[in-house]
T-cell receptor
Framework: QQQVKQSPQSLIVQKGGISIINCAYENTAFDYFPWYQQFPGKGPALLIAIRPDVSEKKEGRFTISFNKSAKQFSLHIMDSQPGDSATYFCAASRQGAQKLVFGQGTRLTINP | EPEVTQTPSHQVTQMGQEVILRCVPISNHLYFYWYRQILGQKVEFLVSFYNNEISEKSEIFDDQFSVERPDGSNFTLKIRSTKLEDSAMYFC????????????FGPGTRLTVL
């Protein structure tokens, strides 16, 4: 019940296209859902995050869509660029708990 | 911009040896974490630390692991007797006190146990 399931494992998108990564969770106590971006040899860096009181959050080319009833959330990268090539992790946590529960990660490659 | 720093960037050790991984969290943060990432796998929570004590730990964080905040700036993870399966990237993270839940991660220490 603590798991966050992420798909796809890898994704190849053409430059200018839309990248979509999906996550699903089971624990309804989760109330914070961040996405982290990780480049090789670096630590995860917060990209964007959402709380379940909103269904969508947009920051520049990055959008989180959140479906509370389906217990799913997704990351959309518009106008994908080669510099977006990285591994993306969704995560979840619940208020009062300390830990982030991460998904398995998606290796995104943007072809020029 | 303030950042979490970690040393060393790469540590190679023999099985059974003790290692200490060091982290300097962001200065006004009060919650501290260690995570690990085995090559090609997801990031896994190890332990959280607040007010000089462990607030939560995972089943991975057994008796061979310990954490300490020896002074006002450093946060350390000690592995007493390393095993081959401890080989991983270890990330330190910190969070500001308050309602924000953003955890900021350091660049990691790659631990290789031979």
């Amino acid at each position: 019940q603590q798991q966050v399931k992420q798909s796809p494992q890898s994704l190849i998108v053409q430059k200018g296209g839309i990248s979509i990564i999906n996550c699903a969770y089971e624990n309804t106590a989760f109330d914070y859902f961040p996405w982290y971006q990780q480049f090789p040899g670096k630590g995860p860096a917060l990209l964007i995050a959402i709380r379940p009181d909103v269904s969508e959050k947009k920051e520049g080319r990055f959008t989180i869509s959140f479906n509370k009833s389906a217990k799913q959330f997704s990351l959309h990268i518009m106008d994908s660029q080669p510099g977006d090539s990285a591994t993306y992790f969704c995560a979840a946590s619940r208020q009062g708990a300390q830990k982030l529960v991460f998904g398995q990660g998606t290796r995104l490659t943007i072809n020029p | 911009e303030p950042e979490v720093t970690q040393t060393p960037s790469h540590q190679v050790t023999q099985m059974g040896q003790e290692v200490i991984l060091r982290c300097v969290p962001i200065s006004n943060h009060l919650y501290f974490y260690w995570y690990r990432q085995i090559l090609g796998q997801k990031v896994e929570f190890l332990v959280s630390f607040y007010n000089n004590e462990i607030s939560e730990k995972s089943e991975i964080f057994d008796d061979q692991f310990s954490v300490e905040r020896p002074d006002g700036s450093n946060f350390t993870l000690k592995i007493r007797s390393t095993k081959l399966e401890d080989s991983a990237m270890y990330f330190c993270a910190s969070r500001m006190r308050g309602s924000t839940d953003t955890q900021y991660f350091g660049p990691g220490t790659r631990l290789t146990v031979l």
